[in-house]
């Protein structure tokens, strides 16, 4: 899993992550799941892989800003897709 690592950097030299939808400043994780086809994974049955990402805790929104870049790009097509 994915865990940002806290960093030995002093306070007032960061800048605050908040929510893009309601600018709530507290996230709590949860587990997105990516299907992977047995195709490629060789195995017999489809299998799942999590990746982990940060829920606003007011509004539930996903804060596409701390997605990986790659999740990112491909949930920009789906949506596009639609
Ligand atoms: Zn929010």
Redesign the pocket.
Known sequence: MQQPKPLNISIDKTTPVV?V??S?PTFMEALMLRKVSKFITGQSQDALTPISVFL?T????VNKELLPPELLNQLTKEEDGE
Not at 58 to 61: F, R
Request: proline share 0%; charged share 20%; glycine share 12%.
């Open positions: 929510c939808d309601c709530n606003c007011e509004c539930g929104a």
